[in-house]
């Protein structure tokens, strides 16, 4: 069983609440647009991270991160990527690679909208946690929790840090 912290579109912002929410959990997944290394430094040194690169993300962070990744979690497979789409209307690259693919999970960001969408036409789970960030039209800052057990998401909980823009960095 690992508990799940899943973030999104921090744009070089990572609010300090962040540490009280993922305390407890055994890994962060961040779904692109990282914004600085500070940020993935941050977070790396705080619990072990997987993330992918976003499209405002510079040379760096595209060199220390893949577009996208594919692993296991307690049974489950996983495709994250940045630019995704969501169930009906994915990114032309999705459409393609999902019958190949074929993930139980699907996460992204990019949209700084959270979605939580079983996607019953490929059988998986869709998860964007929004944004938690302060660049964005997002109005609150948001962050999903939840725990991958025997091949289930189990415990989600979708978290709101407040308007965007408040809160203090933690870098």
């Known amino acids: 069983m690992k508990r799940i912290g899943l973030m ?6 990572l609010d300090e609440r962040v540490a009280h929410y993922f305390d407890a959990c055994d890994e962060i997944w961040h779904a692109g647009d990282i914004g600085t290394e ?9 619990k ?6 976003g499209n405002i993300d510079g ?17 489950l497979k996983v495709w994250m990527i940045h630019i995704g789409g969501y169930p009906g ?5 999705v459409k393609k690679l999902l019958p190949k693919y074929q993930p139980d999970l699907f996460v992204c960001g990019h949209s700084h909208i959270l979605k939580v969408m079983p996607d019953t036409r490929h059988h998986l789970l869709h998860l964007n946690p929004g944004a938690c960030g302060r660049e964005g039209f997002h109005k609150v800052n948001t962050l999903l929790r939840f725990t991958c ?6 415990d989600l909980e979708v978290i709101e840090l407040g308007p965007r823009g408040a809160g203090r960095s933690l870098v």
């Open 149 to 154: 057990h025997e091949g289930q998401v189990r």
């Open 38 to 46: 500070a940020v993935a430094d941050w977070l790396e040194s705080f």
């Open 89 to 93: 209307r994915y990114v032309p690259r």
């Open 8 to 13: 999104s579109d921090t744009h070089g912002f």
């Open 59 to 75: 040379p760096a962070l595209r060199q220390r991160y893949a577009e996208d990744v594919l692993f296991s979690c307690e049974g």
């Open 48 to 53: 072990p991270l997987r993330a992918v690169y």
